[in-house]
């Protein structure tokens, strides 16, 4: 596992969450106070004991991201990475290895993309890593997606719960033929009465990317009428 850290142009270092970090790699998140700068990072990978309690730093990435007009890097990372599949030697037919990428984009990689971190920025990582004191810890950097709340244990339990009857309404439906079906919506509608809003009331919920009663074969009941989308039966 590995902290990511933000040593500013100007300012104390802070802190990046992975869910900071993810959201910037994949251009869900920004930081717009960074907007048109290159800001020095650094990835620290750990180890980390049977506790989860970090017990050593294995080895440490410095990098330069290249923040865009709204506070987004990957156009930075896409150019990044560029450089560096292009001075990738290139293997000949007999087995050796020519270099035949110019050194100056490697150059270019060290000098615009890399970044030297000293004794202060590394003792200041260790601190935040293990603090002795509260002000030891580094503020978080904030970005500006919305933070999904979790879902817990019991949530996703009653998630599924529900949509077991929901799966359970939808195959019920389909497995009924017309007849059935246009006997099913008079009484359906006369039983909800005026809760029915126009139809039955079907749920809708999604569950592993499907959504129930999605499908466009589906017959849907709406004031007296039977109507069976993508199919050919209808009952005025």
């Not at 020519?98 to 004794?119: A, D, I, N, S």
């Not at 359970?168 to 099913?184: Q, V």
């Amino acid at each position: 596992m590995s902290r990511h850290y933000l040593f500013p142009n100007e300012g104390e270092p802070l802190r990046m969450s992975l869910r900071l970090v993810e959201g910037l790699i994949f251009g869900k998140d920004t930081l717009p106070q960074y907007a048109g700068t290159r800001q020095r990072v650094l990835s620290a990978t750990l180890e980390f004991d049977e506790a989860k309690k970090p017990t050593r730093i294995l080895r440490t990435e410095p990098s330069v991201w290249v923040f865009d007009q709204d506070g987004g890097i990957r156009q930075g990372l896409h150019e990044a990475l560029a450089l560096a599949m292009d001075i990738l030697p290139t293997p000949a037919r007999d087995g050796t290895v020519v270099e035949l990428r110019p050194r100056t984009k490697k150059q270019k990689l060290e000098q615009e993309f890399r970044w030297e971190p000293g004794k202060a920025e590394i003792d200041r990582v260790i601190s935040d890593i293990w603090p002795k004191r509260k002000a030891d810890r580094l503020k978080a950097a904030e970005g500006v997606a919305k933070r999904k709340p979790p879902l817990t244990y019991d949530a996703s339990r009653a998630l599924d719960e529900a949509s077991e009857g929901f799966w359970k309404i939808e195959h019920a439906i389909e497995r009924l033929k017309e007849p059935s079906l246009k006997g099913f919506c008079v009484r359906g509608q006369a039983t909800l009465g005026s809760e029915s809003r126009g139809g039955i009331p079907i749920p809708r919920h999604r569950r592993n990317g499907r959504t129930p009663l999605g499908n466009p074969a589906a017959p849907t009941c709406r004031k007296g009428r039977l109507v069976r989308l993508g199919g050919r039966d209808q009952m005025g």
